[in-house]
């Protein structure tokens, strides 16, 4: 079957970094993306990787690892902002979005 | 109005009540999708449009059924739902398949309750 499994909670403090792991098997692969949900709002695309190394885009990394199955989304200097569900899902080889459950991320000051 | 939005926010409903969840997009996107946010558990993908035609339909009962009317308008019709159907219903809309499937945009949600 297909899953993917990433924590369910974590907490950090604000100005430190913060690594959220993410691990998937799906039927075939076509990316890992990256997305952000806050509280009763809409998830937004964060990051998309396709191929092994770590993509940058400013305070938030991804990286893919795809002979392990395995991502991680680093941020950086958190900010209270920056408290939010952080969903990770697989592409699988229909083209669909295999979803984990998501990372609730606790900023405290 | 730009992105993808829905259509009531919030919506009680009884199980014999019939009611319809609408989503509009203005992003110029091809394909549209409906998906089940269950608290601490994964979204799960309904159904998938892409040019008004359906591609998927991932076993949802007969109760949930969709509706396409063009690129930019979906529609999820509701009858005789249980308590279980409780839940936040996404929709969502990407650039056509297959390409830029995992890119998805999505609306505010609708907040369904079943009583």
């Known amino acids: 079957g297909q899953n993917i499994d990433q924590p369910t909670e974590m907490t950090a403090t604000e100005g430190a970094i913060v690594q959220i792991n993410c691990t998937y098997q799906?039927?075939?692969?076509?990316?890992l993306f990256w997305y952000q949900q806050h509280a009763g709002e809409a998830p937004t695309f964060l990051s998309y990787?396709?191929l092994d190394g770590l993509e940058e885009k400013g305070r938030f990394s991804s990286f893919l690892s795809r002979s392990k199955g395995y991502s991680y989304l680093l941020l950086k200097e958190l900010q209270m902002k920056d408290s939010a569900s952080y969903l990770c899902?697989?592409?699988?080889?229909?083209?669909?979005?295999?979803w984990g459950a998501g990372t609730k991320l606790i900023i405290k000051p | 109005e730009t992105g993808v939005t829905q259509t009531p926010r919030h919506l009680v409903m009884g199980m014999t009540n019939k009611k319809s969840l609408k989503c509009e997009q203005h992003?110029?996107?091809?394909?549209m999708y409906w998906y089940k946010q269950s608290a601490k558990k994964p979204l799960e993908l309904m159904f998938v449009?892409?040019?008004?035609?359906?591609?998927e339909n991932n076993s949802v009962p007969s109760r949930f059924s969709p509706e396409c009317p063009n690129s930019s308008h979906l529609f999820l019709h509701l009858h005789t739902l249980q308590p279980e159907d409780s839940a936040l219903y996404l929709c969502?809309?990407?650039?056509?398949?297959?390409?830029?499937?995992?890119?998805?945009?999505f609306g505010q949600g609708t907040r369904l309750t079943v009583v």
């Open positions: 969502a809309s990407s650039q056509d398949l297959p390409d830029r499937a995992g890119e998805a945009f």
């Open positions: 990787n396709v």
């Open positions: 992003l110029g996107h091809n394909a």
């Open positions: 899902a697989a592409l699988d080889s229909n083209y669909q979005l295999i």
């Open positions: 799906t039927s075939g692969f076509n990316g």
């Open positions: 449009y892409n040019f008004k035609e359906q591609t």
